[in-house]
């Protein structure tokens, strides 16, 4: 069964400093990568994907993710952190094909300090 | 970006009342939509599946008599919570794919925080 595992459950870093946010997944196949940031109020909205390819994967706001299927891995980095990045980011991965379900991590929060 | 709405953002009833949480796309058409619910500081669990025209597909261990779903049209799908009771208090939340796109690109909305007294 598929599966998805953020071992963070909270990381706390300055501003500017580096993030790095793990990601493992269980699938039989190469998956469709997904990593959410949720936001209070706000819907999820989506950082980055990886569905083939170059295996380095860049996003919005900066972050960037890598698969590495050796590891069945898929970190999330950014190399420097802003105040307005905390919030709680879940990685996802998704059966390929169309109108696929999601199954999300647990979700690892990020807090900020200035 | 497309925009998929909520409502209510936030209901408390009482306990043995059935609840109505609406999600909508705003900006496009979706025959499919999906339910999540949120425990706190837990990950998003899929409840089902929405289609537009035809049954919902529930996820294993899902009561289908409880959680109503419904896809009236192509930009609205509803979740009715039957008799509520506390341990149904949770964030629900909903996500469209256009049904224009070709890659799995999905939505979500604001999410909708139920509590049952």
């Known amino acids: 069964a598929q599966s998805v595992t953020q071992p963070d459950i909270h990381i706390t870093v300055s501003e500017g400093a580096s993030l790095e946010l793990r990601c493992n997944y269980s699938?039989?196949?190469?998956?469709?990568l997904f990593w959410y940031v949720q936001s209070p109020g706000q819907g999820l909205q989506l950082l980055l994907k990886y569905f083939s390819g170059d295996t380095l994967v860049q996003g919005i706001k900066g972050f960037e993710a890598e698969f590495k299927r050796s590891q069945s891995s898929f970190n999330l980095r950014k190399p420097s952190v802003h105040w307005s990045d905390a919030a709680e980011y879940f990685c996802a991965v998704g059966a390929p094909g169309g109108y696929n379900k999601l199954i999300f991590g647990a979700g690892t929060r990020l807090a900020v300090h200035p | 970006g497309a925009v998929v709405s909520q409502h209510p953002s936030r209901v408390i009833c009482k306990s043995g009342t059935s609840v109505k949480i609406e999600c909508r796309s705003l900006d496009f058409q979706a025959t499919t939509m999906f339910w999540y619910r949120q425990f706190p500081k837990q990950s998003l669990m899929l409840m089902a599946t929405?289609?537009?025209?035809?049954?919902?597909?529930?996820e294993q261990g899902v009561e289908k008599d409880k959680f109503l779903i419904n896809h009236a049209s192509l930009t609205l799908s509803t979740l009715t919570v039957t008799s509520a009771h506390p341990e149904d208090s949770s964030f629900y939340i909903c996500s469209a794919p256009p049904r224009t796109t070709s890659t799995d690109t999905q939505y979500f909305g604001p999410g909708t925080r139920l509590t049952v007294l």
């Open positions: 699938y039989g196949a190469t998956p469709y």
């Open positions: 929405s289609n537009e025209g035809s049954k919902a597909t529930y």
